[in-house]
């Protein structure tokens, strides 16, 4: 388990509250830096059985999000919007003083600044949940009103405390598609132990609309069968955006039979298809294809 990145700071302001991200860590210190980012409502845990199948000799770095996994929550009054979780990747790569690196990101998971990326996978992502531009102000309008009612009714929260099994159910039922083996992984980082139970560690402010829905464009797209575009109905003709989008930036897309947590259920079916891109895009690759490009222009 990585301890705690310490120096990382949400707010430098007297204001708000310290905030700590944390998360887990594979491989050499100066081995090929891979930054892992979970989904929504899921944990660091969700690569546990992935990573140990890629090389050996890589860095793998994968954090709880804050509000996710072992990691604080964000202060009272503050909003879980996107850009927000884009802000947090940039501290994390601040800390670990990585200038380059590769992402390995499922659901959620992007990029905001490609110059410091040589290569990016996506498990099973279209971006975020798309918005017909005439509901944009209305969700906007509610993801304010919900925090502003959650605010106010600080007083009258209670944790609820579940049995292991039953914090379990609720998990898969969440997420139907969860072996037990995956359900008992995420668990690990997903609730606490109190008296008489368990606590679900994420905050609840995640399920809160979301004020910004973003799409940003990458490298490599590996698309569940029974994932994301089966689990959630799309504005019309958005499906075929995304792959002309995709197709546009040269990204490599891959359909594979399996459900949204294929990486974790079954990361065989995906391992070897990950090493082999991210090794085909490694920085030394890039440098040498470079040269042999120039060598063949003199």
């Not at 830096?33 to 140990?52: M, R, Y």
Request: one cysteine or more; a neutral charge.
């Amino acid at each position: 388990m990585l301890p705690a990145f310490t120096s990382l700071r949400h707010f430098s302001t007297t204001t708000m509250r310290r905030a700590e991200m944390r998360g887990q860590v594979w491989g050499p210190s100066n081995g090929r830096p891979v930054l892992c980012l979970h989904g929504w409502a899921d944990n660091s845990g969700t690569f546990s059985t992935l990573i140990p199948l890629l090389p050996k000799d890589w860095r793998f770095v994968a954090i709880d999000f804050p509000g996710h996994g072992l990691s604080s929550h964000r202060p009272d009054g503050c909003l879980y919007t996107f850009p927000l979780y884009v802000a947090d990747v940039r501290r994390v790569v601040e800390a670990l003083q990585w200038k380059q690196f590769s992402i390995i990101g499922h659901s959620m998971g992007n990029a905001l600044y490609p110059e410091m990326v040589d290569a990016v996978v996506l498990l099973d992502t279209y971006g975020f949940l798309p918005t017909q531009m005439t509901d944009m102000f209305k969700n906007m309008r509610k993801g304010i009103d919900d925090q502003i009612h959650y605010d106010n009714k600080t007083d009258e929260r209670k944790e609820r405390v579940y049995t292991y099994e039953k914090a379990k159910e609720r998990l898969k039922a969440a997420n139907p598609f969860l072996s037990d083996q995956s359900a008992d992984i995420l668990l690990e980082r997903a609730v606490r132990e109190v008296e008489g139970g368990f606590v679900f560690t994420r905050d609840f402010r995640i399920n809160l609309v979301s004020h910004f829905n973003i799409f940003i464009h990458s490298f490599a797209f590996q698309l569940a069968k029974d994932g994301l575009f089966k689990m959630f109905t799309l504005p019309n003709g958005y499906g075929d955006r995304i792959q002309k989008s995709w197709t546009d930036q040269k990204a490599t897309i891959l359909n594979i039979e399996g459900d949204h947590h294929i990486h974790l259920n079954k990361p065989e079916s995906v391992a070897s298809i990950i090493t082999d891109f991210l090794q085909s895009h490694s920085p030394d690759e890039t440098e040498n294809e470079s040269n042999k490009n120039q060598s063949s222009k003199l």
